[in-house]
């Protein structure tokens, strides 16, 4: 991987070891309960049976039932209650079993654990990292499977992660735990076991191959606000993020041509001097996620590269995403911006 | 519906909405409140279970009785200073409204809430906790700040927005935050503090500290989600905790009834839950004192959470923006039932010997020129309105730890405007 590993004396000399996305994650809460005294993890099912996606398995009985325990379903008591034990002084990880549980805590996020720095004037602060699967390609049906990740974006005061691969899923939860701000980090549930291409019809690859499989057993950290150019090229810039990007690499190859795909890997903040750096070499911008259209990030990241880029560019800016509709569920590849939606965007805009 | 359907002979349904008894212009006769004797009500032993004492979230704890002596098993039998003590914090409470309401009729802030009818309830309270409890208030327990000594100037300050407003003019007034007096930022956002309170006492039990969190809100929003929330929480892991339900009957324009008074007691949402749950007389100082000396004992030695419904009346409108005079009769206030607190306590001190009228009237005097200086003293650090008193660019300060390039751009294109614009804004 590209970026440098920040690690501490001490730590510098543990291995790495093949993970799935899910260990990764295991493994980030693992590391950080240990090292901080301060970290607790909470939410529904994640104590003793470690997680409905086994995301906390073994940690309850390593770090006790006082740091790892099951919560009420209540999201919003979730989220109320670790803002008050951020302000106690803990850093506390709370889960939202899926993406599509956390509009009742929206409340407590966007008002107050958002807020509450500015609010105080730096008095108390809500360091808490919200973790939560998200988006579809596992028949979940439209309350399994949504990518909400534009509410918080929208939101002043909230970080949004997301990553792509193990080892920066690792990385990335670490840096977000140590954040003292409030941070939002999806994870992109369809590729917690492989790195799924778009293609559904095909057997499905795992992570024992790839190399962001290849995780460091100890502590490490990737840089919230840092884009992965995982795919550098001359043809064109896609700004993608979560499973998309594996799909994008996946159409690109298929395709011949030759893009630039960033993995914007955080969405706030936004690295924006990579994004610019990509589209003034290229000249062309497409961007992909999963997420419904209007009003999706996808918008925001169109707007700033018209406003940064636009004597650059050579083409319009294509935005492939998924349609406006709830997720559905028997139908969801068609709804699903697979390889057909993005191919047929990357033609159009390298015909321009 | 058709003759023919199977429910035809049923009377149809009827939806009920609510109505208060008095509107303006009607005649007001409390009559119908029940106000049960000053101790008649039992006090149970702080380790007894819940569910053992669930008939008193029906009726109310009362310590003062009519002739201003307190009587029962709830008489906290407090030192004549003691008393003296939480009368002069009462009565410097509504001399600080009274002197900050007429600023804000004199334009000199946008805002201000009071909590006149209500003081016993915060300075009770505050009296009965450890100074280092926390205390996640709702936005009429000022009271809090001042019995633990928040210096008047500091919350003026704060309510001017002005340059010695620590909170950096960023809070609408009387949304303080005061972390040296443990007492959390305050939302706008109703009963948000609910879960965090809660939050906030698992921690410390999970540290195994000895200070617990206290919380109110108001009767209105035991509606909202959160109150529900936190009550489920706190019920599950035994916090530390403290809720009071501050049933001033008034939710701007709307009665305790569109949150359920008609059907019961706020203090009986605490039964469903397995929660201890208190009704107290919440303009008598000595009852709010007494159960939440209860409440707190329950807190430290691992008993868990209590709800108390504090029973009173909000005297003024909701705010300086609300007008009460459009939806209530105006001869509420005087005829509630259960009296004003401050009086409560003076004639029970008189009533001891500890205190006498002249006494009173020289106290009140003093508080009004110790109010008085210190708006002085705070307007010096300018009001709402007055130039900018705050460098303009802390606008942008305490969104993240670290500012984004996002946000640092917009910093800037907010000062060029400034300098463009050339408003009067100088840096004071």
Excluded at chain 1, 94 to 103: K, L, R, S, T, V
Excluded at chain 1, 196 to 202: A, E, L, S, Y
Aim: charged share 25%.
């Amino acid at each position: 991987m590209s970026d440098v590993i920040e690690t501490e004396a001490g730590a510098a000399d543990t291995g790495t070891t093949r993970m799935n996305m899910i260990q990764a994650i295991n493994s980030a809460l693992d590391v950080m309960m240990a090292r901080d005294p301060n970290v607790i993890v909470m939410g529904e099912d994640v104590g003793y049976f470690g997680g409905v996606f086994r995301a906390t398995a073994g940690l309850q009985k390593k770090h006790g039932k006082t740091r790892v325990f099951d919560t009420p379903i209540t999201e919003c008591g979730i989220i109320g209650v670790a803002v008050g034990m951020g302000a106690y002084g803990l850093r506390p990880v709370p889960e939202i079993q899926f993406a599509d549980y956390i509009y009742p805590a929206l409340d407590q996020l966007v008002s107050e654990a958002a807020r509450l720095r500015y609010r105080s004037a730096g008095e108390f602060i809500a360091p808490m990292t919200i973790r939560s699967p998200y988006g579809g390609g596992i028949f979940g049906g439209q309350t399994h499977s949504q990518s909400p990740e534009g509410i918080f974006t929208h939101v002043s005061g909230v970080k949004t992660v997301i990553p792509a691969t193990p080892y920066d899923a690792k990385g990335l939860l670490i840096a977000a735990i140590e954040d003292n701000d409030p941070t939002i980090f999806f994870e992109p549930k369809r590729i917690y076991n492989g790195p799924f291409n778009g293609h559904w019809d095909r057997p499905a690859e795992n992570w024992s191959k790839h190399p962001g499989g290849e995780v460091p057993e100890g502590y490490y950290k990737v840089p919230l606000g840092k884009a992965n150019v995982v795919r550098a090229g001359e043809a064109l810039t896609i700004l993608c993020y979560g499973t998309m990007v594996h799909v994008c690499l996946k159409v690109v190859e298929e395709a011949g041509v030759d893009a630039e795909i960033l993995d914007l890997r955080t969405l706030v903040p936004l690295d924006i001097e990579a994004i610019e750096e990509s589209v003034k070499k290229t000249g062309r911008c497409m961007i992909v996620h999963e997420a419904t259209r209007t009003s999706g990030f996808g918008a925001e990241l169109s707007a700033l590269v018209q406003e940064r880029c636009f004597y650059h560019l050579e083409a319009p800016i294509e935005r492939v995403t998924g349609f406006d509709t709830p997720y559905p569920h028997s139908l969801e590849w068609a709804y699903f911006p697979g390889p057909v939606r993005i191919g047929q965007a990357l033609k159009k805009i390298m015909k321009d | 519906m058709a003759s023919d359907h199977p429910r035809a002979n049923l009377k149809p349904l009827s939806l009920h909405v609510p109505e208060p008894k008095f509107r303006p212009g009607d005649t007001v006769d409390f009559g119908e409140v029940d106000v049960p004797p000053a101790g008649s009500v039992r006090r149970p032993d702080t380790a007894d279970k819940a569910q053992d004492f669930a008939d008193l979230a029906y009726t109310m704890v009362r310590v003062l009785d009519e002739d201003n002596r307190a009587v029962g098993p709830w008489d906290p039998k407090l030192s004549p200073d003691a008393l003296r003590r939480m009368l002069r914090n009462m009565a410097l409470v509504r001399a600080f409204d009274e002197r900050m309401f007429r600023a804000q009729r004199q334009g000199k802030t946008s805002f201000y809430m009071k909590s006149l009818g209500e003081e016993a309830v915060s300075i009770g309270a505050a009296a009965a906790l450890a100074d280092d409890d926390m205390c996640f208030p709702s936005y009429r327990q000022q009271g809090i700040l001042i019995s633990r000594g928040c210096p008047l100037v500091d919350m003026m300050n704060q309510i001017y927005s002005n340059n010695g407003d620590k909170l950096q003019g960023k809070q609408l007034p009387i949304m303080y935050s005061e972390r040296r007096f443990s007492f959390f930022s305050i939302s706008g956002n109703l009963t948000t503090q609910y879960p965090q309170a809660v939050g906030w006492a698992m921690a410390s039990a999970s540290r195994g500290d000895t200070r617990i969190a206290s919380t109110w809100c108001g009767e209105g929003s035991t509606a909202e989600g959160d109150f529900h929330s936190a009550l489920t929480f706190a019920t599950v892991y035994r916090a530390p905790v403290i809720f009071n339900v501050v049933n001033n009957q008034w939710a701007i324009s709307s009665f305790s009834g569109f949150a359920g008074a008609e059907a019961t007691t706020f203090a009986a949402r605490a039964i469903g839950y397995g929660i201890a749950g208190l009704r107290v007389d919440g303009n008598d100082a000595l009852a709010v004192y007494a159960a939440m000396s209860w409440a707190a004992e329950r807190a430290r030695t691992n008993q868990g959470p209590t709800l108390i419904e504090h029973f009173t009346y909000r005297a003024e409108g909701h705010s300086t923006s609300d007008d009460p005079t459009q939806y209530r009769s105006a001869g509420e206030p005087t005829a509630w039932p259960l009296g004003d607190p401050v009086t409560r306590l003076k004639d029970h001190l008189i009533a001891l010997g500890e205190w006498d009228e002249e006494r009173h009237v020289a106290q009140d005097k003093e508080l009004a020129e110790m109010v008085r200086d210190a708006q002085k003293e705070a307007e010096k650090n300018g009001i709402l309105g007055h130039g900018l008193h705050q460098p303009l660019d802390t606008l942008f300060d305490g969104v993240f730890e670290e500012m984004p390039w996002h946000l640092r751009e917009q910093q800037q294109q907010m000062m060029s405007e400034e300098e463009a614009s050339g408003r009067p804004w100088a840096r004071k």
